[in-house]
DNA sequence: CGCGGGCTTGAGAGATATCAAAACTCGTGG
DNA sequence: CCACGAGTTTTGATATCTCTCAAGCCCGCG
């Protein structure tokens, strides 16, 4: 039945792979290099675990194949707040293999995959595919986006439009990696996760929660979320998916000539 | 009496020099290519102005010589909520410069000076000093670094830690690139700028500093920031620099290994 | 001297946090 | 199969922080 056997065994290729060559278009050697890379080291998780160690760089960057992740910064005093999660097809901790003394630790979710590369591996890869490298800036930089997205909406949102713009998001981003079957996908977090990346309490998120559920935007049950209607709920969020870098016609113009060394 | 002179003209580095220069060991020829080509395009700003156009992508990226800038996302209905702020020897628009839309504008303020390089100058620089690309990317990672703390500021902290907060950052960078003097900083910033960059209205800003004021923590008055202890306001703030990647001892263990060609 | 932008202060409203407890879910063991 | 218990969700009542609106103040500038 799958009539796309005959362009390309795109089934095959990673997400991460089918979203950098959103990015910048790339050349058939250039995916076959980063999927091979990305096969070597497989890891599946059967429970909610940590990757890596706190406060330790990784020597491999972790890529998510599949299931969900959630980076949290990590307080003195022990507290952890959530700073971002990712799906498949994110790279999960490139920002701590650059920091002297990370202070964020990445959670895999139950039932998340991920893939690992040595970060030499990586860096080879970067320069014998400049292209690679060029994408794998443009993902970084979408992620900063991300991040300044949700300062954004702790800053200047209310508690529904916090949630809602969240979700929204979320829904975004599974739907580019074909996790939404319609209108619903599979979602592990708590409330309390929610409530966390919005700035919330986690008892004000149940409220909240329960009024978009009033007002049939949003039906969260069974780590099941349904959106009947998505626009309903980007126009309670002032959802502008832009950042993202999502759409691919619109995505960075092929212009070849940023390029700095992953080193 | 600069009795410097017989060691190198350290003088003559522009900021960001000096400042990838502690992220990784940068060889004389990588320094001074940098230097030369920051030196191609410079610009003063007397008056407050924007740095290129809304939402169209730069062609040249701009780094901070001298003074203040600071970023903005715009939202849909006109408004703008500060989310960076630059000193010397920051990277104004890279973010912009991947973005297929950006949604960002950099405001400069009065007397701040930058320098451009057209981004293929920057490309080929990265490509032929390795260890300039790599400095970039810990760049990057710190500005997102960055981010993240202001994110965890906003959702986490009350008003009075928030703007301690903001103050320590603002102090430990201005710190490095050699502004401070004697506990005291130029600070351009209005009320409203630092409201905003805290989640708060300016009329609770303007209260949270009388009361930091009150408890001699704090003096703001005539764009001079002056602190006495800066330690109490760490106190204060729960701040804790390490995620600003300062201290040029604990910076990046050497490890040339890791590198992506900024394309 | 008058004017405007930014700073300061006040009073009241409202959104969200806090504290507390009940209801529900799900895996586990008897 | 049922009972148990930990973790999660739900609900309620109250406290409080921050916002909103409004006015006065200060100072530099034309």
Redesign the interface.
């Known amino acids: 039945m799958n009539m796309e056997i005959g362009i390309a065994p795109h089934a095959a290729e990673p997400p991460l792979v089918r979203k950098l060559n959103r990015y910048?278009a790339l050349s058939s050697r250039d995916r076959h290099a980063l999927t091979h890379a990305l096969s070597l080291d497989v890891r599946n998780v059967r429970f909610i675990s940590m990757l890596g160690e706190a406060s330790v760089?990784p020597t491999k960057v972790a890529v998510m194949t599949d299931g969900w992740a959630c980076c949290y910064?990590v307080?003195?005093d022990g507290q952890r707040?959530l700073?971002a999660c990712y799906l498949p097809g994110d790279v999960c901790d490139?920002?701590m293999?650059?920091?002297?003394?990370p202070?964020?630790i990445v959670m895999l979710l139950a039932g998340a995959r991920i893939a690992r590369m040595p970060?030499?591996a990586?860096?080879r890869l970067?320069?014998a595919h400049?292209?690679?490298?060029?994408?794998?800036?443009?993902d970084?930089?979408?992620?900063?986006?991300i991040?300044?997205?949700?300062?954004?909406n702790?800053?200047?949102r209310d508690a529904r439009a916090r949630v809602a713009h969240l979700l929204c998001e979320f829904m975004a981003r599974a739907d580019a990696v074909g996790l939404m079957r319609d209108g619903r996908l599979a979602f592990p977090l708590m409330q309390s996760d929610l409530a966390d990346a919005?700035?919330l309490t986690a008892t004000h998120t149940n409220r909240v929660l329960r009024s978009l559920r009033e007002d049939g935007l949003v039906a969260l049950r069974d780590h099941m979320l349904t959106v009947p209607d998505r626009a309903a709920l980007a126009a309670v969020a002032?959802f502008?998916p832009?950042?993202l870098?999502l759409?691919a016609d619109?995505?960075?113009?092929d212009?070849?000539?940023?390029?700095?060394?992953?080193?």
């Open positions: 910048v760089r910064r307080l003195r707040r700073v490139l920002h293999v650059f920091a002297a003394k202070n964020t970060r030499e990586l860096a970067g320069e400049p292209r690679v490298a060029r994408a794998l800036w443009c970084a930089q979408i992620a900063s986006a991040t300044r997205e949700w300062m954004i702790i800053a200047h919005c700035g002032d502008c832009d950042y870098g759409d619109a995505a960075a113009p212009v070849p000539e940023l390029r700095i060394p992953l080193h």
